[in-house]
């Protein structure tokens, strides 16, 4: 199994584009001045699996994002 020291060697930097897209979409909601001044949330769930006779490891991630609506 490759030696993993950091969450940002998880498939190839994969979670960390995840995060950028979804960041830049919350950056985006709070510039927008049609939304109230709110915190937003954005959540990154690792899904680590072992295949393999536990040689190895699937990881799914998933990134969710809270945003605030706009202003009637």
Do not use: G
Request: a positive charge; aromatic letters at 2%.
């Amino acid at each position: 199994m490759k030696q993993v020291t950091s969450v940002l060697d998880f498939a190839n930097s994969a979670a960390i584009e995840r995060i950028n897209y979804e960041l830049i979409k919350v950056i985006e909601n709070i510039q927008n001045p049609n939304t109230d001044e709110k915190p937003r949330k954005l959540v990154v769930e690792l899904c680590i699996a072992p295949v393999n006779n536990r040689t190895t490891v699937n990881i799914k991630t998933t990134v969710k994002k809270t945003l605030r609506p706009t202003n009637a």
